[in-house]
């Protein structure tokens, strides 16, 4: 069933984070001119998708035109698209400008904002380009523009030489930030990279235990997310069924279930968000 589609609109990195392949794989950062993009969302929306999520690389470092910002806006002026989701950007991609765009409704009130530590000095050694401050500041300064914001991020545990002060640091800042979703990894070296060089890995059993301290930070913290939508009536694109339970999400990606014998797929439909449920939200049709 079509109801959820890719566009891919950039790809390439040129970033050097320290443990990360993708620079050398995919080489530096390209993208597809605009008006080829904005065609490829009309046809998706032609064929019926109602949701649309721009996908690549570094999507925050799409180059044509006025960037990022000038692609969303032609995208949701010259298309019909009901739903338009962005994969994944980067602290400093969260300008003002960029944030006004969510006064449109149809762009999804969710940003997935790769953090990999809440340590400075892990950062600094993964070289990636922000500090905790900068982005905390990213994560006010979009909570404040852009309402039920859900924001998701992903952190890596273990990464060469983080100490058991660094690795509390970094649970302390992702408790304090409250994620709506969290992707733990632990960290594995990729031949090639710097950080496989580097000395002071972690053992795999500190890696294991802090990866789970981790991962049950991450369930109690999506779940009160969860909790503060219930209640509420929010917009859901059902998009399959199971053995007679529906399930889709909502812009601010809540999973959310449904039984039903009704046909619901690829309907955009106001929801009553009732009782959590472990993995989401049961809704009931308004
Ligand atoms: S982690 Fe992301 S930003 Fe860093 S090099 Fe890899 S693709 Fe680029």
Redo the contacts with the bound molecule.
């Keep these: 069933m079509r109801t959820r589609t890719l566009v891919k609109i950039q790809e390439g ?1 040129s ?3 320290s443990f ?1 392949i ?2 050398r794989v995919r080489g530096p950062e390209r993208s597809r001119p605009q008006e080829e993009v904005v065609a490829e969302v009309k046809a998706r929306v032609a064929e019926g998708y109602k949701e649309v999520i721009l996908t690549g ?2 999507i925050g470092r799409y180059g044509p035109g006025e960037g990022l910002r000038g692609l969303i806006t032609h995208i949701l002026e010259e298309s019909d698209v009901q739903r338009l989701r962005l994969s994944s950007l980067e602290p400093s991609d969260l300008t003002p400008d960029l944030l006004r765009l969510w006064e449109d409704s149809r762009l999804c009130p969710h940003v997935h904002l790769p953090l990999q530590s809440g340590s400075d000095s892990v950062l600094e050694r993964m070289g990636r380009a922000y500090s905790t401050a900068d982005y905390q500041r990213a994560v006010s300064l979009a909570r404040e523009a852009i309402p039920n914001l859900a924001l998701t991020t992903d952190i890596m545990v273990g990464f060469p030489g983080e100490s058991e002060g660094e690795f509390n640091k970094s649970y302390r800042f992702c408790e304090r930030i409250g994620f709506a979703g969290l992707h733990i990894f632990p960290y594995s070296p990729r031949p090639g990279t710097r950080a496989a060089r580097m000395a002071n890995t972690v053992g795999n059993g500190e890696k294991k235990r802090r990866t789970h301290l981790m991962l049950d930070l991450a369930e109690g913290s999506s779940r009160r997310f969860r909790e503060r939508f219930l209640g509420q009536e929010m917009n859901v694109l059902w998009e399959g069924e199971k053995e007679g339970i529906w399930f889709g999400l909502t812009g601010n990606y809540l999973r959310v279930f449904l039984p039903s014998q009704e046909q619901l797929a690829n309907e955009l439909l106001t929801t009553n968000l009732v009782a959590h449920k472990e993995d989401g939200v049961w809704g009931e049709l308004t």
Excluded: A
Aim: glycine share 0%; aromatic share 0%; net charge positive.
């Design positions: 990195c970033q050097p984070c990360c993708v620079p690389t570094r």
